[in-house]
Protein backbone atom coordinates (compact mmCIF):
# COMPACT_ATOMS: atom_id res chain seq x y z
CA UNK A 1 0.00 0.00 0.00
CA UNK A 2 0.89 3.37 -1.01
CA UNK A 3 1.74 6.28 1.29
CA UNK A 4 -0.40 9.33 0.61
CA UNK A 5 0.21 11.59 3.54
CA UNK A 6 2.64 14.01 4.78
CA UNK A 7 3.23 16.06 7.73
CA UNK A 8 0.55 18.25 6.46
CA UNK A 9 -2.50 16.15 4.68
CA UNK A 10 -1.74 15.11 0.69
CA UNK A 11 0.44 17.60 -1.49
CA UNK A 12 1.92 17.89 -4.94
CA UNK A 13 2.01 19.44 -8.13
CA UNK A 14 -1.73 19.98 -9.26
CA UNK A 15 -3.01 17.86 -11.73
CA UNK A 16 0.72 16.29 -11.89
CA UNK A 17 1.04 14.34 -8.45
CA UNK A 18 -2.20 15.66 -6.93
CA UNK A 19 -4.81 14.68 -10.04
CA UNK A 20 -8.71 14.97 -9.72
CA UNK A 21 -9.08 11.77 -9.57
CA UNK A 22 -6.94 11.24 -5.96
CA UNK A 23 -9.29 13.99 -4.54
CA UNK A 24 -12.47 12.54 -6.10
CA UNK A 25 -11.30 9.46 -4.49
CA UNK A 26 -9.97 10.42 -0.91
CA UNK A 27 -12.88 13.00 -0.51
CA UNK A 28 -15.27 9.52 -0.89
CA UNK A 29 -13.00 7.98 1.43
CA UNK A 30 -12.60 10.52 4.21
CA UNK A 31 -16.44 11.34 4.00
CA UNK A 32 -17.63 7.80 4.25
CA UNK A 33 -15.34 6.70 7.26
CA UNK A 34 -16.47 10.59 9.14
CA UNK A 35 -19.78 10.04 8.45
CA UNK A 36 -19.40 6.63 10.13
CA UNK A 37 -17.93 8.29 13.33
CA UNK A 38 -20.37 11.27 13.35
CA UNK A 39 -23.14 9.39 13.43
CA UNK A 40 -25.75 10.94 10.96
CA UNK A 41 -27.62 9.48 7.93
CA UNK A 42 -26.61 13.18 6.06
CA UNK A 43 -23.52 14.59 7.43
CA UNK A 44 -22.16 18.03 6.13
CA UNK A 45 -18.90 18.55 5.11
CA UNK A 46 -17.15 21.98 4.69
CA UNK A 47 -14.87 22.86 1.95
CA UNK A 48 -12.58 26.02 1.66
CA UNK A 49 -9.29 26.66 -0.89
CA UNK A 50 -6.88 29.62 -0.98
CA UNK A 51 -6.01 31.30 -4.04
CA UNK A 52 -4.53 29.00 -6.52
CA UNK A 53 -5.20 28.37 -9.63
CA UNK A 54 -6.08 24.38 -9.25
CA UNK A 55 -8.07 25.47 -6.80
CA UNK A 56 -11.41 25.78 -8.37
CA UNK A 57 -10.41 22.11 -10.27
CA UNK A 58 -9.86 20.44 -6.72
CA UNK A 59 -12.42 21.42 -5.11
CA UNK A 60 -15.00 20.38 -7.71
CA UNK A 61 -13.38 16.76 -7.32
CA UNK A 62 -14.11 17.15 -3.93
CA UNK A 63 -17.46 17.74 -4.32
CA UNK A 64 -17.93 14.67 -6.71
CA UNK A 65 -15.95 12.32 -4.57
CA UNK A 66 -17.86 13.23 -0.70
CA UNK A 67 -21.52 13.89 -2.04
CA UNK A 68 -21.14 10.73 -4.01
CA UNK A 69 -20.63 8.89 -0.05
CA UNK A 70 -23.83 10.75 0.44
CA UNK A 71 -22.75 13.71 2.35
CA UNK A 72 -23.46 17.32 1.79
CA UNK A 73 -21.19 20.04 1.44
CA UNK A 74 -20.70 23.63 2.01
CA UNK A 75 -18.85 25.71 -0.32
CA UNK A 76 -17.05 28.25 1.76
CA UNK A 77 -15.00 29.84 -0.81
CA UNK A 78 -11.71 31.39 -0.52
CA UNK A 79 -10.54 30.99 3.30
CA UNK A 80 -7.59 30.49 5.73
CA UNK A 81 -7.11 26.51 6.95
CA UNK A 82 -8.04 27.65 10.56
CA UNK A 83 -11.36 29.29 9.62
CA UNK A 84 -12.18 26.07 7.71
CA UNK A 85 -11.42 24.23 11.45
CA UNK A 86 -13.06 27.24 13.11
CA UNK A 87 -16.55 26.75 11.07
CA UNK A 88 -15.82 22.69 11.21
CA UNK A 89 -16.52 23.11 15.08
CA UNK A 90 -19.27 26.80 14.66
CA UNK A 91 -21.29 24.88 11.94
CA UNK A 92 -21.69 21.59 13.85
CA UNK A 93 -20.31 19.96 10.90
CA UNK A 94 -18.98 16.17 10.51
CA UNK A 95 -15.51 17.39 8.67
CA UNK A 96 -13.69 18.98 6.02
CA UNK A 97 -10.83 19.81 4.17
CA UNK A 98 -8.56 22.76 3.41
CA UNK A 99 -7.88 22.79 -0.72
CA UNK A 100 -4.04 24.17 0.02
CA UNK A 101 -0.27 23.72 -0.44
CA UNK A 102 0.09 26.39 2.46
CA UNK A 103 3.48 28.18 1.50
CA UNK A 104 4.29 26.31 -1.64
CA UNK A 105 3.94 28.17 -5.11
CA UNK A 106 1.22 27.95 -7.38
CA UNK A 107 1.87 24.77 -9.59
CA UNK A 108 1.44 22.90 -6.49
CA UNK A 109 -1.69 22.39 -4.47
CA UNK A 110 -2.78 20.26 -1.45
CA UNK A 111 -5.96 18.53 0.71
CA UNK A 112 -6.04 19.17 4.83
CA UNK A 113 -8.78 17.10 6.37
CA UNK A 114 -10.09 17.95 9.22
CA UNK A 115 -12.44 15.92 11.77
CA UNK A 116 -15.53 16.87 13.41
CA UNK A 117 -13.66 18.78 15.97
CA UNK A 118 -11.80 21.04 13.81
CA UNK A 119 -8.51 18.57 14.30
CA UNK A 120 -6.48 17.75 11.32
CA UNK A 121 -6.70 13.93 10.84
CA UNK A 122 -5.19 11.70 13.07
CA UNK A 123 -2.46 9.10 11.82
CA UNK A 124 -4.23 6.31 13.02
CA UNK A 125 -7.40 7.84 11.02
CA UNK A 126 -5.03 8.26 7.86
CA UNK A 127 -4.08 4.81 7.89
CA UNK A 128 -7.71 3.85 7.73
CA UNK A 129 -8.51 6.87 5.07
CA UNK A 130 -5.08 4.76 3.07
CA UNK A 131 -6.65 1.59 3.29
CA UNK A 132 -10.26 2.15 2.28
CA UNK A 133 -8.48 4.53 -0.44
CA UNK A 134 -6.38 1.15 -1.73
CA UNK A 135 -7.78 -1.78 -0.67
CA UNK A 136 -11.69 -1.17 -0.01
CA UNK A 137 -12.41 1.59 -2.69
CA UNK A 138 -15.08 -0.66 -4.14
CA UNK A 139 -16.68 -1.80 -1.08
CA UNK A 140 -18.10 2.11 -0.09
CA UNK A 141 -21.56 2.53 -0.06
CA UNK A 142 -23.02 4.58 -3.44
CA UNK A 143 -26.40 6.24 -1.70
CA UNK A 144 -28.79 6.95 -5.17
CA UNK A 145 -31.77 8.75 -5.50
CA UNK A 146 -32.89 11.72 -2.57
CA UNK A 147 -29.73 10.26 -0.61
CA UNK A 148 -27.00 11.76 -3.01
CA UNK A 149 -25.53 14.42 -1.33
CA UNK A 150 -25.47 18.04 -2.57
CA UNK A 151 -23.46 21.18 -2.44
CA UNK A 152 -24.41 24.35 -1.55
CA UNK A 153 -22.04 28.23 -1.79
CA UNK A 154 -21.90 28.92 1.63
CA UNK A 155 -19.19 32.01 1.23
CA UNK A 156 -20.74 34.39 3.98
CA UNK A 157 -20.48 31.63 6.56
CA UNK A 158 -16.57 33.42 6.89
CA UNK A 159 -18.29 35.99 8.67
CA UNK A 160 -18.88 33.92 11.73
CA UNK A 161 -14.76 33.44 11.91
CA UNK A 162 -13.94 37.14 11.98
CA UNK A 163 -16.65 37.94 14.45
CA UNK A 164 -14.70 35.29 16.74
CA UNK A 165 -11.42 36.65 16.13
CA UNK A 166 -13.22 40.27 16.87
CA UNK A 167 -14.26 38.59 20.20
CA UNK A 168 -10.29 37.99 21.15
CA UNK A 169 -8.56 41.08 19.58
CA UNK A 170 -7.62 44.55 21.17
CA UNK A 171 -9.05 48.01 20.15
CA UNK A 172 -6.18 49.56 17.59
CA UNK A 173 -6.81 52.78 17.17
CA UNK A 174 -3.47 54.61 16.52
CA UNK A 175 -1.61 51.28 15.31
CA UNK A 176 -0.01 51.95 12.05
CA UNK A 177 0.30 47.85 10.53
CA UNK A 178 2.25 46.82 7.27
CA UNK A 179 -0.25 43.74 6.30
CA UNK A 180 1.94 40.94 3.74
CA UNK A 181 -1.26 38.25 2.63
CA UNK A 182 0.90 36.87 0.29
CA UNK A 183 -1.69 36.88 -2.53
CA UNK A 184 -3.12 34.27 -0.22
CA UNK A 185 -6.32 32.97 1.82
CA UNK A 186 -6.16 36.30 3.81
CA UNK A 187 -5.73 38.72 0.82
CA UNK A 188 -9.36 40.35 1.93
CA UNK A 189 -10.05 39.30 5.12
CA UNK A 190 -6.93 40.53 7.15
CA UNK A 191 -6.94 44.36 6.29
CA UNK A 192 -10.68 44.50 6.86
CA UNK A 193 -10.21 42.77 10.56
CA UNK A 194 -7.36 45.32 10.89
CA UNK A 195 -9.33 48.25 9.72
CA UNK A 196 -12.24 47.26 11.71
CA UNK A 197 -10.16 47.03 15.02
CA UNK A 198 -9.07 50.91 14.19
CA UNK A 199 -5.89 50.32 12.81
CA UNK A 200 -4.41 52.27 10.59
CA UNK A 201 -3.49 49.35 7.78
CA UNK A 202 -0.86 49.56 4.40
CA UNK A 203 -1.72 46.50 2.68
CA UNK A 204 0.94 44.40 0.46
CA UNK A 205 -0.04 41.22 -1.65
CA UNK A 206 -3.37 41.34 -1.83
CA UNK A 207 -3.90 40.99 -5.40
CA UNK A 208 -3.87 37.63 -5.99
CA UNK A 209 -4.27 36.57 -9.87
CA UNK A 210 -3.95 32.21 -9.36
CA UNK A 211 -0.78 32.05 -10.26
CA UNK A 212 1.28 34.81 -7.77
CA UNK A 213 0.29 33.04 -4.14
CA UNK A 214 3.47 33.13 -1.99
CA UNK A 215 5.96 34.48 -4.61
CA UNK A 216 8.13 36.80 -3.12
CA UNK A 217 5.68 37.87 -0.29
CA UNK A 218 4.17 36.52 2.50
CA UNK A 219 6.37 34.80 5.59
CA UNK A 220 8.75 32.90 3.69
CA UNK A 221 9.77 36.20 1.69
CA UNK A 222 9.25 39.21 4.20
CA UNK A 223 12.13 41.31 3.04
CA UNK A 224 9.58 44.09 1.26
CA UNK A 225 7.38 43.78 4.16
CA UNK A 226 10.62 44.66 6.25
CA UNK A 227 11.05 47.56 3.69
CA UNK A 228 7.81 48.83 3.81
CA UNK A 229 7.41 48.81 7.62
CA UNK A 230 10.93 51.10 8.16
CA UNK A 231 9.53 53.18 5.28
CA UNK A 232 6.32 54.04 6.17
CA UNK A 233 6.88 54.32 10.31
CA UNK A 234 4.73 51.70 11.18
CA UNK A 235 4.85 50.11 14.73
CA UNK A 236 5.29 46.86 13.38
CA UNK A 237 4.50 44.60 10.23
CA UNK A 238 2.76 40.93 9.95
CA UNK A 239 3.13 38.62 6.45
CA UNK A 240 1.11 35.51 6.41
CA UNK A 241 1.30 32.31 4.51
CA UNK A 242 -0.75 31.21 1.62
CA UNK A 243 -3.46 29.43 3.37
CA UNK A 244 -2.96 32.35 6.61
CA UNK A 245 -2.00 29.90 9.47
CA UNK A 246 1.51 30.94 9.52
CA UNK A 247 2.30 34.62 11.14
CA UNK A 248 6.43 35.92 11.04
CA UNK A 249 6.04 39.64 12.48
CA UNK A 250 8.35 42.78 11.59
CA UNK A 251 9.15 45.11 14.27
CA UNK A 252 9.24 48.94 14.03
CA UNK A 253 13.01 48.22 13.09
CA UNK A 254 12.47 46.27 10.22
CA UNK A 255 13.35 42.91 12.14
CA UNK A 256 12.35 39.66 12.06
CA UNK A 257 10.04 38.30 14.60
CA UNK A 258 9.35 34.42 13.80
CA UNK A 259 7.22 32.04 15.77
CA UNK A 260 10.26 31.49 18.26
CA UNK A 261 10.31 35.01 19.57
CA UNK A 262 5.97 35.23 19.72
CA UNK A 263 6.15 32.27 21.99
CA UNK A 264 8.76 34.05 24.00
CA UNK A 265 6.75 36.99 24.08
CA UNK A 266 2.76 35.39 24.60
CA UNK A 267 4.39 32.39 27.10
CA UNK A 268 5.86 35.15 29.36
CA UNK A 269 2.68 37.28 29.55
CA UNK A 270 0.54 34.03 30.40
CA UNK A 271 3.41 33.21 32.59
CA UNK A 272 2.58 36.85 34.02
CA UNK A 273 -1.33 36.40 34.49
CA UNK A 274 -1.50 32.91 36.04
CA UNK A 275 -2.57 31.87 32.57
CA UNK A 276 0.64 29.54 31.51
CA UNK A 277 -1.09 26.36 32.15
CA UNK A 278 1.87 23.54 34.16
CA UNK A 279 4.24 26.59 32.92
CA UNK A 280 5.07 24.86 30.05
CA UNK A 281 5.28 25.78 26.34
CA UNK A 282 5.45 23.12 23.39
CA UNK A 283 7.89 23.59 20.75
CA UNK A 284 9.84 21.41 18.16
CA UNK A 285 12.96 20.86 17.95
CA UNK A 286 13.97 22.91 15.32
CA UNK A 287 12.98 25.86 17.84
CA UNK A 288 16.68 28.14 18.54
CA UNK A 289 18.06 27.60 21.84
CA UNK A 290 17.57 31.10 23.18
CA UNK A 291 13.75 30.34 23.39
CA UNK A 292 14.85 28.23 26.28
CA UNK A 293 17.02 30.64 27.86
CA UNK A 294 14.16 33.15 27.63
CA UNK A 295 11.65 30.52 29.38
CA UNK A 296 14.21 29.69 32.15
CA UNK A 297 14.47 33.47 33.24
CA UNK A 298 10.32 34.19 32.81
CA UNK A 299 9.36 30.83 35.04
CA UNK A 300 8.78 28.45 32.62
CA UNK A 301 9.90 25.26 30.55
CA UNK A 302 9.93 24.62 26.52
CA UNK A 303 8.92 20.76 25.78
CA UNK A 304 9.88 19.88 22.30
CA UNK A 305 8.29 17.88 19.94
CA UNK A 306 9.15 16.52 16.26
CA UNK A 307 8.40 19.15 13.51
CA UNK A 308 4.78 19.41 12.70
CA UNK A 309 2.21 21.40 13.83
CA UNK A 310 0.29 18.22 14.32
CA UNK A 311 3.28 16.98 16.65
CA UNK A 312 2.53 19.67 18.39
CA UNK A 313 -0.85 19.87 18.91
CA UNK A 314 -1.03 15.93 20.09
CA UNK A 315 1.73 17.09 23.21
CA UNK A 316 -0.38 20.15 23.99
CA UNK A 317 -3.44 18.13 24.11
CA UNK A 318 -1.69 15.66 26.24
CA UNK A 319 -1.06 18.01 28.99
CA UNK A 320 -3.75 20.35 28.63
CA UNK A 321 -0.71 23.27 27.34
CA UNK A 322 -2.61 25.84 26.24
CA UNK A 323 0.19 27.56 24.13
CA UNK A 324 2.44 25.95 21.60
CA UNK A 325 3.79 26.34 18.28
CA UNK A 326 6.98 26.61 15.29
CA UNK A 327 9.70 28.51 14.57
CA UNK A 328 8.26 28.71 11.45
CA UNK A 329 5.37 31.16 12.56
CA UNK A 330 2.76 28.12 13.26
CA UNK A 331 1.13 29.30 16.58
CA UNK A 332 -1.48 27.26 18.66
CA UNK A 333 -3.44 28.92 21.22
CA UNK A 334 -5.57 25.79 22.50
CA UNK A 335 -7.98 27.22 24.80
CA UNK A 336 -9.32 29.26 21.63
CA UNK A 337 -8.41 27.57 18.16
CA UNK A 338 -7.06 23.64 17.80
CA UNK A 339 -5.00 24.76 14.91
CA UNK A 340 -2.07 27.56 14.35
CA UNK A 341 -3.85 30.40 13.10
CA UNK A 342 -1.96 33.34 11.54
CA UNK A 343 -4.33 36.34 12.57
CA UNK A 344 -5.70 35.03 15.75
CA UNK A 345 -1.62 34.86 16.71
CA UNK A 346 -1.12 38.00 15.33
CA UNK A 347 -4.41 39.82 17.68
CA UNK A 348 -2.79 38.07 20.55
CA UNK A 349 0.76 39.44 20.08
CA UNK A 350 -0.81 42.73 19.77
CA UNK A 351 -2.76 42.21 22.82
CA UNK A 352 0.49 42.02 24.73
CA UNK A 353 1.94 45.29 22.71
CA UNK A 354 -1.36 47.44 23.21
CA UNK A 355 -1.22 46.27 26.98
CA UNK A 356 2.26 46.74 27.97
CA UNK A 357 2.46 49.85 25.95
CA UNK A 358 5.83 48.94 24.43
CA UNK A 359 7.44 48.53 20.87
CA UNK A 360 7.65 45.00 19.45
CA UNK A 361 11.67 44.75 19.57
CA UNK A 362 11.78 45.51 23.48
CA UNK A 363 9.07 42.80 23.64
CA UNK A 364 11.01 40.35 21.48
CA UNK A 365 14.26 41.12 23.11
CA UNK A 366 13.65 38.71 26.16
CA UNK A 367 14.70 36.31 23.27
CA UNK A 368 18.32 36.05 23.29
CA UNK A 369 19.30 33.75 19.69
CA UNK A 370 21.87 31.68 19.14
CA UNK A 371 23.37 31.05 16.23
CA UNK A 372 21.67 28.70 13.72
CA UNK A 373 21.99 28.00 10.34
CA UNK A 374 19.51 26.26 8.51
CA UNK A 375 20.17 24.67 4.60
CA UNK A 376 17.01 22.76 2.37
CA UNK A 377 19.17 20.07 0.17
CA UNK A 378 16.51 19.86 -2.89
CA UNK A 379 17.54 15.32 -3.45
CA UNK A 380 15.86 12.44 -5.60
CA UNK A 381 14.99 10.43 -2.63
CA UNK A 382 14.63 11.66 0.84
CA UNK A 383 12.98 8.69 2.62
CA UNK A 384 15.50 6.18 4.31
CA UNK A 385 18.01 8.48 4.57
CA UNK A 386 18.56 7.55 8.46
CA UNK A 387 19.88 4.27 7.42
CA UNK A 388 22.49 5.74 5.27
CA UNK A 389 25.98 4.52 7.53
CA UNK A 390 27.91 7.61 5.90
CA UNK A 391 25.49 9.82 6.42
CA UNK A 392 24.66 8.84 10.12
CA UNK A 393 28.79 8.99 10.35
CA UNK A 394 28.76 12.47 9.02
CA UNK A 395 26.54 13.49 11.30
CA UNK A 396 28.15 11.91 14.31
CA UNK A 397 31.08 14.10 13.60
CA UNK A 398 29.18 17.48 13.24
CA UNK A 399 27.55 16.79 16.38
CA UNK A 400 31.00 16.03 17.88
CA UNK A 401 32.74 19.27 16.46
CA UNK A 402 29.93 21.43 17.68
CA UNK A 403 30.30 19.97 21.33
CA UNK A 404 27.65 20.33 24.26
CA UNK A 405 26.75 24.46 23.82
CA UNK A 406 25.38 23.08 19.54
CA UNK A 407 23.19 21.04 18.13
CA UNK A 408 22.72 19.84 14.75
CA UNK A 409 19.57 18.16 13.01
CA UNK A 410 18.35 16.82 9.52
CA UNK A 411 15.29 15.65 8.50
CA UNK A 412 13.14 14.91 5.80
CA UNK A 413 10.34 17.36 4.52
CA UNK A 414 7.29 16.57 5.13
CA UNK A 415 5.60 17.98 1.88
CA UNK A 416 8.56 18.67 -0.93
CA UNK A 417 11.62 16.63 -1.60
CA UNK A 418 13.80 18.51 0.57
CA UNK A 419 16.16 16.96 3.26
CA UNK A 420 16.29 20.16 5.93
CA UNK A 421 19.68 20.56 8.01
CA UNK A 422 20.14 22.88 10.53
CA UNK A 423 22.80 23.41 12.78
CA UNK A 424 22.91 25.64 15.88
CA UNK A 425 25.84 26.61 18.34
CA UNK A 426 28.49 29.35 19.24
CA UNK A 427 30.62 29.91 16.49
CA UNK A 428 28.69 31.19 13.25
CA UNK A 429 32.18 30.50 10.93
CA UNK A 430 31.79 26.92 13.03
CA UNK A 431 27.96 26.93 11.82
CA UNK A 432 28.22 27.34 8.04
CA UNK A 433 31.50 25.12 7.32
CA UNK A 434 29.42 22.42 9.09
CA UNK A 435 26.45 22.55 7.33
CA UNK A 436 27.61 22.82 4.12
CA UNK A 437 29.42 19.63 4.74
CA UNK A 438 26.52 17.97 5.73
CA UNK A 439 24.73 19.29 2.42
CA UNK A 440 27.19 17.94 0.69
CA UNK A 441 26.92 14.69 1.82
CA UNK A 442 23.18 15.03 1.56
CA UNK A 443 23.81 15.37 -1.75
CA UNK A 444 26.45 12.81 -2.59
CA UNK A 445 24.14 10.01 -0.73
CA UNK A 446 20.14 10.72 -2.00
CA UNK A 447 20.97 12.38 -5.19
CA UNK A 448 20.98 16.63 -5.28
CA UNK A 449 19.81 18.13 -7.95
Known sequence: ?????????????????????????????????????????????LIGMDTRASGKMLEGALVAGITSAGADVRLLGVVSTPGVSFLIRHLGAAGGVMVSAS?????????????????????????????????EADSLPRPSGEDVGRSYHSEKAVGHYLSFLEKHAPSLPGIKVVLDCANGSLYRIAPR???????????????????NININCGSTSPAKLQAAVKRSGAHLGLA?????????????????????????ICGSYLKEKG???????????????????????????????????RYVLEEMLKGDYVLGGEQSGHVIFSRLLPTGDGLLTSLQLLKVVVEKKAPLSQ???????????????????KDGWQENPRLAEALETAR???????????????????????????SYDLLSELSQELALKVKQELGGW
Open 400 to 426: ERLGARGRVLIRASGTEPLIRIMVEGE
Open 193 to 211: LFRKLGAEVISLSCKPNGL
Open 103 to 135: HNSFQDNGLKFFDSQGHKLSSALEEKVERLYFQ
Open 275 to 309: ALKGDTVVATVMSNGGLDIAAGEKGFRILRTRVGD
Open 240 to 264: FDGDGDRLIAVDEKGELVDGDAVLA
Open 363 to 381: LAGIMPRLPQVLVNCRVRE
Open 1 to 45: MGRMFGTDGIRGVANVELTPEIALKTGRAVAALLKEQYGSSRPCF
